[in-house]
């Protein structure tokens, strides 16, 4: 890649956004010459930003809230992921100057279950049925594929219509639908509980989607996609009950590696980005 290239962040907010810190780390590390700028795009601008993506001087971009499904008829095609899940977090644009949307959330919650294989057909929970639940469900019925999988939400219908779906990529899986209020059996069946919703999140750390800890014990591995804080309230009661706790970073950091692949052809250096984020957040 001879000439400095750019790569953005489209979203509204994004000033709070780790993402310029993980990419520009990364391309430091990796040698390449780009820079990750995050711009803040108001809806009534959202074509015109998809449009300056388009010129050679640019790899490609991520898509953030609440962009993520509004952004899909400005392209020009969609990767299998982005089809499924109906929400585009990566945009690459091609050789031939067209716009891929591709998503790369359910790659990064893969990248956080290090010993997957471990929880291959283990019964599971998901707490929430927004756009990082439909990314989850996306990745585990397409690879870790459990025998039960529980979506409990504040809103079932939501959680039915996600059910509904995604019900044909897992024919193997028997798909549930629990109001939250309900969902103290699922906890305790599950070997994996995924929180997918902002409840534990900064500023409100106070809060958790399941405040029965006693629920949890050795056998479950909970899965927060909060990542800040890094331990929420869940992780630590989990933890304190025996469970394996998960936190978001994970996923963060494994989704910004698998767009950052796509657009550099080039395995994100990981090292490097963990050492920034962890320097960031100690400040
Ligand atoms: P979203 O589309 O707004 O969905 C949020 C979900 O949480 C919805 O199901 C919502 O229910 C539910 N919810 C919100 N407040 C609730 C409350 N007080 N009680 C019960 N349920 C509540 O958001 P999202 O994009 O899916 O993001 C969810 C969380 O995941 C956020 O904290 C986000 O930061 C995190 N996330 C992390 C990563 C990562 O890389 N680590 C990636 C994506 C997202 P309703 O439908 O009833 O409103």
């Known amino acids: 890649m001879p000439d400095a290239r750019l790569v953005y962040l489209i979203g509204d907010p994004v000033a709070h956004s780790h993402s310029p810190l993980i990419h520009n780390a990364a391309f430091r590390a990796a040698e390449i010459r780009a820079t990750y700028r995050a711009r803040r795009v108001p809806l009534e601008d959202l074509a015109e930003a998809v449009a300056a993506l388009r010129v050679p001087e640019v ?27 109906g929400a585009v977090n990566t945009v690459i644009r091609q050789d031939d100057g067209t716009l891929l949307g591709d998503n790369t ?15 291959h057909g283990a019964p599971t929970l998901v707490l929430g049925s927004g756009g990082a639940a439909r990314a989850v469900v996306y990745a585990l019925l397409t690879e870790l594929r459990p025998t039960t999988l529980t ?6 219908d939501k959680a039915e219509a996600l059910a509904a779906d995604f019900a044909a990529l897992g024919p193997d899986t028997a798909l549930h639908v629990v109001s939250l209020r309900e969902a103290g059996p699922a ?3 599950s070997r994996l509980v995924v929180n997918a919703t902002p409840l534990g999140m900064h500023p409100r750390t106070d809060a958790t989607p399941w405040p029965d800890a006693g ?19 869940l992780l630590r009661e989990a933890a304190a009950r025996g469970a394996r706790a998960i936190g978001g ?23 490097p980005v963990h050492s920034v ?3 960031h957040l100690s400040r």
């Open 59 to 85: 790899l490609g971009a991520n898509v953030t809230i609440p962009h993520k499904r509004a952004v899909i008829p400005h392209l020009d095609a969609l990767a299998p992921a982005a089809e499924v899940i």
């Open 105 to 119: 959330d359910a790659a990064g919650f893969l990248h956080g279950l290090d010993d997957e294989h471990e929880l």
């Open 151 to 156: 979506l409990a939400a504040r809103s079932p």
């Open 187 to 189: 906890v305790r069946a």
């Open 215 to 233: 629920d949890f014990g050795p056998a479950h591995t909970v899965y927060d996609l909060v990542y800040a804080p890094a331990e929420t309230r």
């Open 249 to 271: 970073m994970a996923m963060l950091v494994g989704q910004a590696a698998a767009s950052f692949e796509r657009w550099t052809g080039t395995p994100m250096p990981l090292g």
């Open 277 to 279: 984020l962890r320097d």
